[in-house]
T-cell receptor, first 114, second 115 residues
């Protein structure tokens, strides 16, 4: 039973346009959400996070939106660049419950076309 | 800081062999964890630890053991390797607490093949 779902395995976007990556979760105890980027043969690297007390967090070209009622979060990349081509994972944690388990989605492969 | 280091980078085992994947971090992080990455499955949590002497199971713990005798080290043991354990293994660490940007730092991974 997958608690964190990324239903789009892949996404192609033209350079300069917006990339929108989506993530859904089922566990209402999750209170902290993260996005990671992963290049081939490397470990994932942290991109941006959001706690459940917020509905938006921005960091440069990256913005994460959280819709708690829909149990949905999305990552917006504007403008997209060829170097953004990677696999993106969303992850969720129930920090306030004290378990500190990070559960990851299956990933979305983003390809930014020059 | 070296961050999170993992050894070995690559390993080939025969079915039934045992081995230990090493993980170390020099950031004084309380939380450490092990994941496996398989095609179409994303990153699945195997075991995690919130401090020395404390470990707990993740989503897919069967066939793996862990221990945490120091803050820095969190080895993953395969007691009797099976072909289903062929995967890429990542170790990660982070601080604990409800603070912003409480992200995990990942190691470079160990690619394990079990024949």
């Amino acid at each position: 039973d997958q608690q964190v779902k990324q239903n789009s395995p892949s996404l192609s976007v033209q350079e300069g346009r917006i990339s929108i990556l989506n993530c859904d979760y089922t566990n209402s105890m999750f209170d902290y959400f993260l996005w990671y980027k992963k290049y081939p043969a490397e470990g994932p690297t942290f991109l941006i996070s959001i706690s459940s007390i917020k509905d938006k967090n921005e960091d440069g070209r990256f913005t994460v939106f959280l819709n708690k009622s829909a149990k949905h979060l999305s990552l917006h990349i504007v403008p997209s660049q060829p170097g953004d081509s990677a696999v993106y994972f969303c992850a969720a944690s129930a920090r306030d419950s004290g378990t500190y388990k990070y559960i990851f989605g299956t990933g979305t492969r983003l390809k930014v076309l020059a | 800081n070296a961050g999170v280091t993992q050894t070995p980078k690559f390993q080939v085992l025969k079915t039934g062999q045992s081995m230990t994947l090493q993980c170390a971090q020099d950031m004084n992080h309380e939380y450490m964890s092990w994941y496996r990455q398989d095609p179409g499955m994303g990153l699945r949590l195997i075991h995690y630890s919130v401090g020395a002497g404390i470990t707990d199971q993740g989503e897919v713990p069967n066939g793996y053991n862990v221990s945490r005798s120091t803050t820095e080290d969190f080895p993953l043991r395969l007691l009797s390797a099976a072909p289903s354990q062929t995967s890429v293994y990542f170790c990660a660490s982070s601080l604990i607490g409800t603070i912003d940007y409480n992200e995990q730092f990942f190691g470079p991974g160990t690619r394990l093949t079990v024949l």
